[in-house]
């Protein structure tokens, strides 16, 4: 099965129709990892990497509208959007709201996942850092593959990030590296890291 494939697929979820809001706040517990803040502090939900079937059927407002509702700051995953600028290619890019509703952040991820028949047959990659004041202090955003290339995070750090915020869609044959990755990253720059995966026992 193609990239190109799965990316129609999921651009087709765009018809889906909206569900109604108090549906989605309902069963929001069903796609959202939470990192409990406590002593009343904000919670952070992050759902994972091209987590669209659920992601796409609740476009723009909506999700501002959920992460007001629940207070929260809202990590939407990342979705495939557009750009005239590389024939057709979509970035794939990650969604932050602040209890607030409003887009504070978003990514389009650097590293691309496999060669001639991978993410880059249908995805750009991004050439931009991404760093957010969030409920965790200031947050730098990355996506699934990014996670083994180090030097990216330690732009973020000097950018600022205090915390990293990492979706991904990791293969659960490899997951041991996802958890061994993430740590490191966690490590070498005295950070915190609050990752999702939509993979194995991880999902």
């Given at each position: ?60 407002e ?20 557009g ?27 650097r ?34 593959y ?15 990030a ?21 740590q ?20």
């Amino acid at each position: 099965m193609s990239f190109r494939f799965l990316l129609d697929k999921h651009l087709a979820n765009l018809v889906v129709l909206i569900h109604q809001r108090t549906q989605i706040v309902t069963n929001l517990d069903k796609h959202i990892v939470w990192v409990g803040l406590g002593n009343g502090l904000q919670k952070l939900g992050c759902v994972p990497e091209n987590h669209t079937d659920f992601i796409l059927s609740v476009v723009g407002e909506e999700l501002g509208l959920i992460a007001t509702e629940s207070q929260v700051w809202l990590h939407a995953g990342s979705v495939p959007m557009g750009n005239a600028d590389h024939a057709g290619k979509a970035y794939n890019t990650s969604l932050l709201f602040s209890p607030a509703g409003k887009l504070v952040a978003t990514y389009r991820k650097r590293h691309l996942f496999g060669f001639a028949d991978g993410e880059r047959t249908a995805v750009a990659a991004g050439d931009e850092f991404s760093v957010a004041r969030t409920s965790v202090g200031m947050t730098g955003l990355a996506t699934c593959y990014d996670l083994r290339f180090p030097e990216m995070f330690r732009r973020l750090v000097d950018s600022g990030a205090e915390s990293f915020l990492i979706d991904s869609g990791w293969p659960s044959p490899r997951i041991n590296h996802w958890t061994v990755l993430a740590q490191a990253r966690a490590i070498e720059n005295q950070a915190w890291v609050i990752a999702c995966n939509s993979a194995g026992t991880h999902a």
